[in-house]
Each structure stands twice: as C-alpha cells, then as structure tokens.
C-alpha cells in the first residue's frame, strides 16, 4: 500500500513538473519503511559486531584464566602431591581448581557488570539519553562468566588431579 502510494505521489509530481517519459526525477520521494528498514538492518549489523567483540573477548579472558591456572598448578604442585599422598581424590583436586577459575571468572564478570552499570549511569547524566540496564543482561553476563571458569578451567583442574603425588612431592 505504502508503494502505490509512493508511486502515485511520484507520478503526480512528474505531472505537475511537468517532466517527460525518459527524463530523470528533479525531485525525491522518501518512503518511511524503507528508512526504517534501513535503521534495523544498522542495528543488526551494530548487534553482530558487539557480540562479536564480546565473543573475543571471553575467549581472551578464558585464555588468560586458563594460563593464570597452569602457573598456579606449576607453583602448587608440592601442596597437589601432599593433598593427593593424604587422600584427596582425583575428583576433589579438579572441584578445587575449577572452583578457583570460577571464582575468578566470576570476579572479573562482576566488575565487567558493575562497569556497564555505572557506565550507562553516566551516559544517562551527560548525554541525557535514556539507557536501561536489563536484570536479563546481567543474568546472562553471570551465567557466561561461569560458563568461561568451567571451561577454561578444566584443562588445568584435569593436570592438577592426574600428578603423581611422589613426583610431585619431589618437585621443587
């Protein structure tokens, strides 16, 4: 319906200005659902490249937990060899460090929260627009940082619970 309309407006216009079959338009006709079509399309696009960068960046933040948790398993391995020679289990080594990579995921999820919490504060103060934090946001911010400890985690927990407690004992 839009574009019949836009159809007759722009052949009246053609009449009225009196311009003949084959010559270009001195004129322009803008329909709304085209520019709002556009305005969706740029936000799709802006959707995709935030998540993008947010997918980087947990597989950054997942590397860097990761390494910090090889180094801690490398500089722990006498107190793994004393916790396994007295009866920890496998199982109970691995909760221990994937406890930790939680932790620390979760930390640095909780200051990434508190950040954009302020962040749109502050928007909202200076440049007056209006910006809603979402509790879902923040829910899925959580559940991610949980789910970037669990698994980058993993691997580290997995070599501090396989060492040899005489080996490690031995280590100095």
Known sequence: ASYTA??????????????RPGQDDDFQVRNLADIADLADQSSRIMTLLLASIAGVSLVVGGIGIMNIMLVSVTERTREIGIRIAIGAT????????LSEAVVMSVVGGAIGIVFGIVSSFVITKLLHWAVQV??????????????????FGYYPARKASRLDPIEALRFE
């Open 134 to 151: 979402s509790p879902m946001a923040i829910v899925a911010a959580v559940v991610f940082s949980v789910a970037v400890g669990v698994f």
């Open 6 to 19: 836009q159809a007759q407006i722009t052949a009246l216009l053609r009449d009225r200005h009196r311009i």
């Open 90 to 97: 496998e199982a109970d080594v691995q909760k221990q460090f």
